[in-house]
């Protein structure tokens, strides 16, 4: 089977592969490093946003040049399409003929439409990309730090998430809003920090799962579950934003399972075929192989992090609480990304509007977050040097990621 039939859909006879120039590479690594240095003790997010244009050259030079993985694919051509109609502009009228087949999700088209202001539709999806790549990495440093790391240990805890293969597959074929997990790391953001001190948390946590809903409702489903624990183990305050996340969704969940019955959508039979195959396994996620699909640094430091349990938390009663969190956030998702395999997936796909669930493989996110910020607390446990930790991250991710088969090349825009 050729890769691009294990991995992704064949490729459209009407693509047009285009490679970089030199001077792409040089413009890139010579902003990521400038930015890189300048950032590591200045600016998170400079740092963040430096190291991802280096690791990714030259995509950022590219940006306005080519389209960012392969064109035309079903997905890419279909969202440039609702994009130029201006679907999101009627996302909330469950008879556009947009919103019945993909929902009232459509806050990415409004992303596309901000960078629509200075590029091209195509290089808008392509900065989109790559901010998607950068708050994926950013958001998550923000929890592991939250959670009581150093701010170097979670620098480095962060890389695995937002720079993960699985990310770089999507970006290769589909949608631009399914490389979106940094929204999901900045709910789980705000749920720690209201658990932990309340105040303009509690709304923060309702506004950012109210985005990240509109987004991709597939990060409102996985929101609900980090809403749940929350509601389990956390605080009064935890309870109030959950509440808070829960009023903000609601206009969301009324106009989407309206839109969820009509004949434009192929019949539950088929979602539940396409729930069959793309799910997490012991040594696959995805189709991709697992041990080049994770961060095996951050693995290993989040291991030793559990090994040290709870002594890693502290203080020790907030610990175990959050320890039991952190447990339950990685065995959970596990289980349903496994899909049809495990009885719990019937139960969850009988839920309202769930048959249309098409992709489990989704809740592994959940647990690639929590591991980073087991990692990050590992880090700092065997007072690693997180520099180096790093290094050997960015080096593994170099040899693992960019030589697979699904990271994205570039294709003449449509």
Known sequence: MAPDQLYGPPVDP????VAAEPWAYILSLALGLGLLVWGWKRSRLGFVTGATICLTAPAFAMIPVATWGHFPTIDKAGSL?????????????????????????MGHLWVTQLFDLVLAPFAAMNAQALL???????????????????REASLASGLGFGLGLHALRDINWYTIEKCGQGWLALYALCLLRAHQVGGRWVLGAGLAYGWAFYYNSYWGVLGALLGGVALVFGSHDARR????SALAGLPLVLVQLP????????????????AALDVHTLTHWNRIEIWRGVDLVALACAGLALARAPSSFSP???????LGAAVVLVLLPTVLAMGPATPLWGAFSALPGMWRFAKPETFFHLAVLVLGVLAARGIDRLRLDARLVLAVQAALWLALARTHSVYPGFSAPG
């Open 14 to 17: 009407r693509e047009v592969a």
């Open 81 to 105: 399409s609702f994009y130029a109609l201006g679907a999101h502009w009627t996302s909330w009228d469950t008879t556009a003929t947009a919103t019945r087949l993909i929902g009232v999700s």
């Open 132 to 150: 998607n790549l950068v708050l994926g990495w950013y958001f998550a440093s923000r929890l592991a730090e939250a959670s009581g790391a150093s």
């Open 241 to 244: 934003a959950v509440l808070a």
């Open 259 to 274: 839109s969820l019955a009509n004949d434009t959508l192929p019949p539950p039979g088929a979602f539940a075929e396409r």
């Open 316 to 322: 020790p009663a907030t610990g175990r609480r959050e």
